[in-house]
Structures are given as structure tokens and as C-alpha cells.
């Protein structure tokens, strides 16, 4: 279930933010408006190195953005858990110049959870850009909204991402995690230009896949003592999905063997979808599949607090001899967010055996 904001959020500031998100939410095409024109904002362009770690911090030119961290956990007593934590950042027009504090057009939004194979909590955090509410920084690199941080504690000279100490906090759960990464950054689609449709949007894309983690989840029942593995994504565009695109499924899979993969299908309104993948080896080695070499196809339907969705799934790559089914831990994993979405960690059984993540958006 979604919690209140704290009380330190004014009503000005929620009134704001909805202001700024209106023009996403009243012309949506496609989830949360990410359909929708982006006259003004920069646009991907293939071609373009990734430079680090100037690019963890903000985009502004363009108009999403979102570092989303995804953890599969297990207690000391074997207990199987996931934690989500994810900054997103918004802007309702494409240049800052002088509008700073109250009148910045960047708008943030945190989504925290912690899922148990009987309960999902779930919470979000609103902020307007150039109040010192929210934002990032590449070096030292730090994310955060309120008192929820992404910051990095990696010592000099290494990507600051190689390693991380992740807190959020809620009125049913909070955690600390420590994150140290073995192997480096992943680099989706063409170094990084990741196409999401065949009319050709697309993002640039990145992932930190390899994080080992320990720290301590603190649930209604109280503190849990945790270690498991987690998942960076890093994402930003200014129109990600084509106008009849309503929609997507994605999963980060994490194998037994070491070996990852990412994967998403973009629904499409006429029934067909475009998808995308890359598998990346042990060693961190990443080999990108257009569209069609992936099949995501679902199996069953579970009724959520928001929307009947699928929570298992079939996932195929005949090209690495994938063919698995991932069933959720919790089917009712709903964000009960600004942006209702599925988020939820899932078992990896069939050729490959393991656990990941799957976020669904669009679903109503």
C-alpha cells in the first residue's frame, strides 16, 4: 500500500507537482505520458559515448530520467524479500535558464518498497526541482529525496557506482543496504542508445547488474538481518515510447551461473509488441538482441489491489538457450503511486534457475 507523505512535504508542494506532472498525465500517449511529444528537449542520438561518471548525475535537457534499484534479498532464517528504491526526475519545460527554486520546471518523485511473500509496502516522495528538496550529483555521487539516499561510497579512483549505500524509510518499513559491484557498468542497446520502437525512440541505457549486498530491512515485525544481490538501472529520453505504445514488461534476471539479462517488451495497441534484450556473461561482457530475439509471453493472471496483471511469465532467448518461467513472489506487488505500476521480485525456474524482477506498467 502506498503511505502519506511526511509531514515536512507543504500542500504547496504537492499542489505544485501536480501542476508540473498535468501536462504528462491529461495528453498521456503511452504510461505516464511517455508517449507524448518532446518538442524542445534533446533527444538520443546514436553515436554518442556515455562519459562516467558525468552521466550518473542529471540530465535536465531532457525531459525523463530515473536511477532504479532493484534488490533480491533472503533474512538469515532463508526468508525471500526484495527492496526497490527509485529517483525519477521530470521536467514540464526543457530549459532551466533562470527558473530556479519554486519555479525550476524539473520535477522529482522517489518510490520506495520492500516485498514479502505475504506483504508488499510501498511509498512516495514528491519535490520540486531547485529547492534542495531532491536531486543528484555525479562526484561525489549522490542521489536523494528527504532523507532517502543513493550515495556512493567507492574510494578514488573507481566509478562511483561501483559501490553504494542505499537508505529509505517509511511508516511500516525502513532499510540500510551496502552495495559493492563485481563486475562494471553495463551498456544496453548500441553503447548505450537503447531503441524502443521500430518508429525509432529510443534512450540512452545503462545498468550496474552485479551488486552483492548486505544491511538490514526493519518491518512491522522488526529488524531483518539480509544479503542477496541487486540491480542499476539508469535511464533518460524525452519521448521513450512511440504513440501506440501504451505500455511494458521488463525483467532483470539474475542467473545461478553469474551470467544476467535484461529484457523488456514494449506493448503495442494493435496486439504485437517490440522487445529488446542483452545478456551479459559473468565477467560482465554484454551482447545486446533486437527486437524478436526475445519472447516474453505470459502464463497466469493475478488479481492486485490496482489491476489483474500477469505474474508468471515465460521467457525466451533461443540465441543463449533461455527458456524459463519466473513466477512472482508476491502477485500483489501493486505501486500504489502517482503512476500505479507492478513491481515485484520473481523465481527463475527452467533452463536457467535464479532470481530477478519484474516491473509492469500500464496495466489497469
Avoid: C
Wanted: charged share 10%.
Amino acid at each position: 500500500m502506498s503511505q502519506p507523505l511526511p509531514p515536512s512535504h507543504l500542500a504547496a508542494t504537492l499542489v505544485a507537482l501536480l501542476l508540473a506532472l498535468a501536462p504528462l498525465s491529461t495528453t498521456a500517449q503511452g504510461f505516464a505520458g511517455l508517449g507524448t511529444t518532446a518538442e524542445g528537449f534533446a533527444q538520443p542520438t546514436p553515436g554518442t559515448p556515455l562519459t562516467f561518471p558525468a552521466d550518473h548525475a542529471a540530465h535536465p535537457a531532457y525531459r525523463i530520467e530515473w536511477w532504479y534499484l532493484t534488490a533480491t534479498l533472503t533474512a538469515a532464517d532463508g526468508t525471500p524479500l526484495g527492496a526497490q528504491w527509485t529517483l525519477f526526475r521530470s521536467a514540464s519545460a526543457p530549459n532551466e535558464g533562470t527558473n530556479t527554486g519554486w519555479s525550476s520546471p524539473q520535477v522529482w518523485m522517489g518510490h520506495a518498497a520492500v516485498t514479502t511473500p505475504s506483504a508488499h509496502y510501498a511509498t512516495e516522495r514528491l519535490a520540486r526541482g531547485g529547492t534542495g528538496q531532491a536531486g543528484v550529483t555525479a562526484a561525489p555521487f549522490s542521489a536523494f529525496i528527504d532523507d532517502w539516499q543513493m550515495t556512493s561510497t567507492a574510494p578514488a579512483p573507481a566509478d562511483p557506482l561501483s559501490a553504494l549505500r542505499l537508505t529509505a524509510s517509511a511508516p511500516q518499513f525502513t532499510y540500510d543496504l551496502a552495495l559493492t559491484a563485481s563486475a562494471p557498468l553495463t551498456l544496453h542497446g548500441d553503447a548505450g542508445y537503447s531503441v524502443k520502437s521500430a518508429a525509432g525512440q529510443a534512450s540512452y541505457y545503462y545498468s550496474q547488474p552485479f551488486y552483492n549486498v548486505t544491511g538490514t530491512l526493519t518491518l512491522p515485525s522488526g529488524p531483518v538481518e539480509v544479503t542477496g544481490e541487486a540491480w542499476l538501472d539508469r535511464e533518460w529520453s524525452s519521448q521513450p515510447l512511440a504513440d501506440n505504445q501504451d505500455g511494458w514488461d521488463w525483467v532483470s534476471l539474475s542467473f545461478t551461473s553469474g551470467a544476467r539479462l535484461m529484457g523488456f517488451r514494449l506493448r503495442q495497441t494493435d496486439g504485437t509488441a517490440f522487445t529488446s534484450a542483452t545478456w551479459i556473461t559473468p565477467d560482465g561482457r554484454a551482447t545486446a538482441y533486437p527486437d524478436g530475439a526475445l519472447t516474453l509471453t505470459p502464463l497466469a493472471e493475478s488479481p492486485t489491489s490496482g489491476a489483474t496483471v500477469p505474474t508468471t511469465w515465460r521467457v525466451t532467448l533461443p540465441a543463449r538457450g533461455v527458456d524459463t518461467t519466473l513466477t512472482a513472489l508476491n502477485p500483489n506487488a501493486w505501486m500504489d503511486v502517482s503512476f500505479p505500476y507492478w513491481e515485484g521480485p520473481v523465481t527463475i525456474t527452467g533452463s536457467h534457475e535464479g532470481r530477478g524482477y519484474l516491473e509492469m506498467t500500464g496495466y489497469d
